[in-house]
C-alpha cells in the first residue's frame, strides 16, 4: 500500500500471524495501535437484508420492509443484500433511495453474490461486467460500501495462485468503484480465504484504498498457533464492515464481548451489522434478539 502506515501495519499483522498467536502479541498491539487506529471507536448497529432470507425469498417481504424493519429496530443502519432487488432499474432504485431517506435510515452497504476468483479470464471479465452493474446499483442507492466474495479455487490450485487470481480482478473492479466513491468488501467467506493471512495479503497486493475487508466474525478457520479471536483481530485494522452472528461456523458460541473489546481497542468506526442465519428460532423474533445485543454491545463500548 502507498500508505506507510499501511504497510507497516499489514506487515505487523502477517507477521505475527505467521509466528502464532497464543495471546495478543506486542505486534498485535503495533497493530492496532496505528495511527489510522488510534481515536474513540464508533460502533454503529445495522442488520444485514440476508437476515431475513426465508421472508424475503417467499415474497413475504420486500426491500421495502426491510427498511421499515430497520426503523422499526431503531437501527443506525441497513445493508440492502442485493439478492432481493427486483430489478436494476433505475426509478425503482431512486424509490428504495427516497423511502430511506424519508424513513430516517441510512443504508450502511450493499452485498452481491459475485465471486471475484475465476480462473479462466472469460468468466473472470464476466464476473468483472457484474461487479461493475452491483457498484453502479450501489451508487444509484446512494451507499458506499459492496460486499464481494472470493469464490473457490480449483482443487488443483494453490493458495498463491488463488490470491494472484483475486488481485488481477479486484485492481481494475477497485478503480472502477473508485470513480463513484463506493469500497469494495472482501469477505472472508467459507471459501479460500478462511485464514486472516490469505485476505490480508489479497488486500494488501491490491494496494487501493477503495479496497477493504467484510469482516464476517464467524468464519475463521483455527489453527494450532492461530486461533478465531487472533485472526479476527489481525483483520479489524482493515475492516469496511463487519458482520455479527451468535456462532463460529463450527457451532461454538462466539464470546460477542470480547469481539466487541477488539474492535474497540482498534479504534473501528463502521458498522456491526446483524446477520441472522443458520439459527433454530424463526427470523421473525430471532433477528430482533440478535439486533438487541449488538444494539446493547455497541451502547457499552461506544456510548458516544
Not at 90 to 117: D, H, K, Q
Not at 206 to 235: K, M, W
Request: hydrophobic share 40%; aromatic share 10%.
Amino acid at each position: 500500500m502507498n500508505n506507510p502506515v499501511h504497510r507497516r501495519r499489514f506487515l505487523q499483522a502477517a507477521g505475527a500471524l505467521a509466528a502464532g498467536w497464543a495471546a495478543p502479541s506486542e505486534a498485535t498491539t503495533a497493530v492496532l495501535g496505528g495511527a489510522e487506529g488510534a481515536g474513540q471507536a464508533r460502533l454503529l448497529a445495522g442488520c444485514c437484508a440476508r437476515s431475513y432470507d426465508q421472508y424475503m425469498k417467499s415474497g413475504q417481504m420486500t426491500l421495502e420492509d426491510f427498511i421499515y424493519k430497520g426503523v422499526e429496530l431503531r437501527l443506525d443502519g441497513i445493508d440492502m443484500t442485493l439478492y432481493y432487488v427486483r430489478s436494476a432499474d433505475p426509478a425503482y432504485l431512486a424509490s428504495l433511495r427516497r423511502l430511506a431517506l424519508r424513513s430516517g435510515m441510512p443504508f450502511s452497504g450493499t452485498a452481491c453474490g459475485v465471486m471475484i476468483t475465476q480462473v479462466d479470464k472469460t468468466k473472470r471479465a464476466q464476473a468483472l461486467d457484474e461487479t461493475k452493474k452491483w457498484v453502479d446499483v450501489t451508487d444509484q442507492l446512494g451507499a458506499s460500501h459492496l460486499r464481494v466474495f472470493p469464490g473457490e479455487i480449483p482443487p488443483d490450485a494453490t493458495t498463491t495462485q488463488g490470491i494472484g487470481w483475486a488481485v488481477e480482478f479486484l485492481k481494475p473492479a477497485c478503480d472502477y468503484a473508485a470513480k463513484r466513491g463506493i469500497t469494495l468488501g472482501l469477505e472472508d467467506h467459507p471459501q479460500f480465504t478462511v485464514r486472516a493471512g490469505t485476505i490480508l495479503e489479497i488486500v494488501h497486493r491490491v494496494d487501493s484504498p477503495y479496497v477493504g475487508i467484510n469482516l464476517d466474525i464467524t468464519h475463521f478457520i483455527p489453527t494450532s498457533t492461530e486461533d478465531r479471536y487472533a485472526q479476527i483481530e489481525a483483520c479489524i485494522p482493515y475492516a469496511t464492515q463487519t458482520h455479527i452472528r451468535y456462532r463460529f461456523d463450527s457451532g461454538e458460541v462466539i464470546d460477542l464481548d470480547r469481539v466487541w473489546r477488539m474492535f474497540v481497542k482498534a479504534g473501528y468506526k463502521g458498522y456491526m451489522s446483524a446477520e441472522y442465519e443458520e439459527e433454530p428460532e424463526d427470523p421473525a423474533t430471532g433477528v430482533p434478539k440478535l439486533v438487541a445485543e449488538v444494539k446493547r454491545l455497541c451502547r457499552k463500548y461506544s456510548p458516544a
